[in-house]
């Protein structure tokens, strides 16, 4: 059974980082490309940043912020976030898709994380 379980998110001010992990189970992470979404309340879910075969796909918003990782011995993905803003608030969520991972369309994803809350704020 495939399980998805993201841990790390909390409040933190302006400027500051934290880093989110997905630790998964029961599925062979290699053969997977990997991602990050995000979703506020009343907005739809947005692609963050995906790992497509080992390469790298950031939205524009979090270039240069933020980095996606994973250690496939251990079978997790992380989500490095520097520079935190205001508006990268939300309920962050990992995913893995058996084909690709594009974050332009968040739906084609095969497994997801329940999610967990990051707040920017001062």
């Known amino acids: 059974q495939v399980h998805l379980a993201e841990s790390g998110g909390g409040l933190v001010q302006p400027g500051g980082s934290l880093r989110l992990s997905c630790q998964t189970s029961?599925?062979?992470?290699?053969?997977?490309?990997v991602g990050w979404f995000r979703q506020v309340p009343g907005k739809e879910r947005e692609g963050v940043a995906c790992d497509d075969d080992d390469t790298p796909h950031y939205a524009d918003s979090v270039k240069g912020r933020f980095t996606i990782s994973k250690d496939i011995a251990k079978n997790i993905i992380y989500l490095q976030m520097n520079s935190l803003k205001p508006e990268d608030s939300g309920v962050y969520y990992c995913?893995?898709?058996?084909?690709?991972?594009?974050?332009?369309?968040?739906?084609?994803?095969?497994?997801w994380g329940k999610g967990t809350l990051v707040t920017v704020s001062s």
């Open positions: 029961g599925v062979y992470l290699r053969i997977y490309d």
């Open positions: 995913a893995i898709d058996s084909s690709r991972c594009n974050i332009n369309i968040p739906g084609a994803m095969d497994y």
